[in-house]
């Protein structure tokens, strides 16, 4: 199984709702990421778990918070967000929590509306 | 920004033809990645090249290194018309102690394939 799985595949939120977006992965990886990606637009990081331990916080605003429960589950959760968050929210997995000298497995995406 | 720059940001051309992507960086990394995106939906990852090869093959793709320049280059030969994606190079970094790596992507190239 070589698949990342986020859940849901689309969702539309108000800015006084909290929700939450999924991602598990069974292929064993112990590096999970997260990445908001806009329209035309290159993928930005937002956080790197490495071995369920927050590793890398790129300066994200609290209104996004990042769980990660085991080792095939990464969850982010949303409150109060603004109509500019909406976009693709993307999760990746890779093999190593080490140095990233393998590829990255990306699922779908869950694209977000703010309304 | 430690993020890759691409050129060109669109590329059309006809079935048949061959498509080059370039990207530049700015830092030192541990490898660079080129992924593929269908109509804003997961990545997918190409090929891999570490920072001690020069050029790498994969079927109809070369990709080259060129580490004293800080540039790299996709190849796509005798494309199709099912090559038509967003192409964007990545470079992987070391992040801090060296316990977790990053993942930055450059601006990516849209290629239109015409059948």
């Known amino acids: 199984d070589t698949e990342v799985t986020q859940t849901p595949k689309h969702l539309v939120m108000g800015m006084t709702n909290k929700k939450s977006l999924k991602c598990e992965q069974h292929?064993?990886?112990?590096?999970m990421y997260w990445y908001k990606q806009k329209a035309k637009k290159p993928p930005e990081l937002m956080f790197v778990?490495?071995?369920?331990?927050?590793?890398i916080n790129e300066s994200v605003p609290s209104r996004f918070s990042p769980e990660c429960p085991n080792s095939s589950l990464l969850n982010l959760h949303l409150h109060a967000l603004q109509p500019e968050d909406s976009a693709l929210y993307l999760c990746?997995?890779?093999?190593?929590?080490?140095?990233?000298?393998?590829?990255?497995?990306f699922g779908q995406g869950t694209r977000l509306t703010v309304v | 920004s430690q993020q890759g720059e691409e050129d060109p940001q669109a590329l059309s051309i006809q079935e048949g033809e061959n498509a080059t992507m370039n990207c530049s960086y700015k830092?030192?990394?541990?490898?660079l990645q080129w992924y593929r995106q269908n109509s804003g939906r997961g990545l997918v990852h190409l090929i891999l090249?570490?920072?001690?090869?020069r050029e790498k093959h994969s079927g109809r793709l070369r990709v080259t290194l060129d580490t004293s320049k800080k540039s790299s280059s996709l190849l796509i030969t005798a494309s199709r018309a099912a090559d038509t994606a967003s192409y964007f190079c990545?470079?992987?970094?070391?992040?801090?102690?060296?316990?977790?790596?990053?993942?930055?992507f450059g601006q990516g190239t849209t290629l239109q394939v015409k059948p």
């Open positions: 990746a997995s890779s093999p190593a929590g080490q140095r990233p000298n393998t590829e990255a497995f």
């Open positions: 292929m064993g990886h112990r590096a």
């Open positions: 778990y490495s071995y369920e331990k927050l590793s």
């Open positions: 830092t030192s990394i541990n490898n």
């Open positions: 090249i570490r920072s001690n090869e």
């Open positions: 990545a470079t992987a970094y070391t992040h801090g102690s060296g316990n977790t790596g990053k993942l930055i």
